[in-house]
């Protein structure tokens, strides 16, 4: 199934204030558009260093650029579509710190 990306504007915004991120991002949007995804497995296959969060959340962390931004999915594999929902973009110091306070499962910031 083809990836629905929700709120592509956050990325090209996150971008727009940080531009030593746009090569990372512009690789991942790549990969995106033409990813096929039926299972989780899908999504390590194309993104080796994903990661699952548990607790039943539904998300998965993204290394982007190198492992210097993460970004925090929700998905939701429906009838046609795989629907990313972005809940969280940042710095992997900032990751960190939602880490630290027990929010990667729960923030929703977009």
């Known amino acids: 199934m083809k990836v629905h ?4 504007q956050t990325i090209i915004d996150f971008i727009a204030k940080n531009q030593q991120s746009k090569s990372g991002f512009e690789d991942w949007l790549l990969k995106i558009r033409v990813a ?3 299972n989780t497995n ?3 296959d194309t993104f080796a260093s994903a990661d699952f969060l548990g607790k039943g959340s539904k998300r998965v962390i993204f290394d ?3 492992n210097k ?3 925090i999915c929700r998905y939701h594999f429906g009838t046609k579509n795989v629907h ?3 809940k969280w973009i940042g ?3 900032e990751y960190d710190k939602i ?3 027990g929010k990667q499962y729960t923030i929703n910031k977009y």
């Open 5 to 8: 990306l929700v709120k592509r």
């Open 36 to 38: 096929d995804w039926s």
């Open 42 to 44: 899908n999504i390590k």
């Open 64 to 66: 982007i650029g190198g």
């Open 69 to 71: 931004y993460r970004l």
């Open 84 to 86: 990313l929902f972005i």
């Open 91 to 93: 710095t992997h110091a």
């Open 99 to 101: 880490c630290k306070a």
